[in-house]
Structures are given as C-alpha cells and as structure tokens.
T-cell receptor, first 115, second 111 residues
C-alpha cells in the first residue's frame, strides 16, 4: 500500500535554531500534502496545505514565516520550524492523499522538543 | 468551530466485546469520512473509511456506519482485542481533501 515517510521521528533543538522535517510519499505522487500538529491530549490540527509547485496555504492563526513549507517535487514536502521556541514543542505529522483524494496516508510523525 | 465532534473522550471495553465509537459532524459538505487509530508518539494509522453515498462499510473486525440525516457516524470493533487499545480519531473531508478531525476517543480494552 501507499506509504508516507516522515523524517526525523524525533528531534531536540536549542531555542532560536531552525528544524527541518521531511515528508515523502514513497510509491505514489502527491500533488497535495498536509501538515498537522498535535499538542498532548488534543486532536490533530491542520496547519497548512502544501501544494506542489506553488505556495502553501496556511490555516488561520498559523504563522507562515515561522513554519516554512516547501513542496518542490511530487514526492517531497518539507516543514521548517524557524527560530524555534519551547512553545513550538509538539508532535508534527504530514499526510498525503492517494487514489484521487479518497484515501489519506500519514507519516510516522516527528516529536519536536525545543529546549 | 469544531466541525467534527467525538463527545466521548474515553471508552473502556472488555476483551471480546464490541467497541462502539461515535462521531458527529456539522458540515453538510463533507462527503468522505475516515477513522484513524493512533498510538502515543506515532502518526495515525488509517482504519476504515466510508463515502457519503453509502451507509455501511465493513472491513474485518471494523464496521463504519453513516447516518447522513443525523450527521452521525460510528465505528464498531468486534471482537475487541487488547491491541485495539489506542486513541481513535474520526475525520471528515470534502472534495478539497482537507481532513477535519474529532478530538479522539481513548479506547482501553481490558482482559
């Protein structure tokens, strides 16, 4: 079946540094990928929609200059958390739609801890 | 504005019995519904889905029921197994593909 690979699975960084998270669709092309964030004991919240070859669409309240999204190819989208702060510590998950938008597959997620 | 709601934050069920998880939605434009299972510190795993043109979809131990008039869907797991203990998320999408998630239901299957 379709697989979405996300890397790294966990990262610890110092406050003020930037972290890049990769999301790859391994055996299918994904023109659209989505980035989610989950705080402890809360639901997944959509952050942005990543479109191949164009700018990402951000949800209300998400800072586009802080969470940089690049979808340079049909199999790779990246999320860069710039100038990370402890409040950015969270679980970030990407997903890509497969089979004409009828089935979504998720990456393994990335646990970000900013110290 | 929460468009997908799971009003039961937790559910405890005995091994071998049926688990019933409920989900309500408010957006009538949703035409595809999905259930995901999630373990701590892992990404969600797709379980089962249903299109708005159907009222039931079955896959092994998992069955999803959709009541469009009530804007309600449910996931039945039977028989429940210890490995089913996880958080279950209901999600809905329209033709744009954005998934809206419920808050999740923690299922605990006891021996």
């Amino acid at each position: 079946g379709a697989v979405v690979s996300q890397h790294p699975s966990w990262v610890i960084c110092k406050s003020g540094t930037s972290v890049k998270i990769e999301c790859r669709s391994l055996d299918f092309q994904a023109t659209t990928m989505f980035w989610y964030r989950q705080f402890p004991k809360q639901s997944l919240m959509l952050m942005a929609t990543s479109n191949e070859g164009s700018k990402a669409t951000y949800e209300q309240g998400v800072e586009k200059d802080k969470f940089l999204i690049n979808h340079a190819s049909l199999t790779l989208s990246t999320l860069t958390v710039t100038s990370a702060h402890p409040e950015d510590s969270s679980f970030y998950i990407c997903s890509a739609f497969y089979r004409n938008n009828t089935e979504a597959f998720f990456g393994q997620g990335t646990r970000l801890t900013v110290v | 504005d929460q468009q997908v709601k799971q009003n039961s934050p937790s559910l405890s069920v005995q091994e071998g019995r049926i688990s019933i998880l409920n989900c309500d939605y408010t957006n009538s434009m949703f035409d595809y519904f999905l259930w995901y299972k999630k373990y701590p510190a892992e990404g969600p795993t797709f379980l089962i889905s249903i299109s708005s043109i159907k009222d039931k979809n079955e896959d092994g131990r998992f069955t999803v029921f959709l009541n469009k008039s009530a804007k309600h869907l449910s996931l039945h797991i039977v028989p429940s197994q210890p490995g089913d203990s996880a958080v279950y998320f209901c999600a809905a999408t329209d033709s744009w593909g954005k998934l809206q998630f419920g808050a999740g239901t923690q299922v605990v299957v006891t021996p």
